[in-house]
């Protein structure tokens, strides 16, 4: 939950103050909603080292991109 808020919002801070289209900005921030990849997952099968955490992160972070999209994409049409 806390990746998917700070990065979007840091997101949203650093391209405001990069002076990028708002366009730019609409798209950066709806890319960092998205829940966290699986990657850490099959790191972590390939390696033998803490699958468990990375799959628990990524069903948390689906979980709670529900409720992250959603807000994000209300959001989204106030940026200008």
Do not use: D, W
């Amino acid at each position: 939950a806390l990746k998917n808020l700070a990065h979007t919002l840091l997101t949203f801070i650093i391209a405001r103050l990069m002076n990028c289209p708002t366009q730019m900005v609409r798209e950066a921030v709806l890319l960092t909603a998205i829940p966290a990849g699986f990657i850490g997952v099959l790191f972590g099968i390939a390696y033998k080292a803490k699958s468990l955490e990375a799959g628990s992160v990524l069903l948390l972070s689906s979980l709670t991109s529900a409720l992250t999209l959603a807000i994000t994409i209300l959001l989204l049409p106030m940026i200008r």
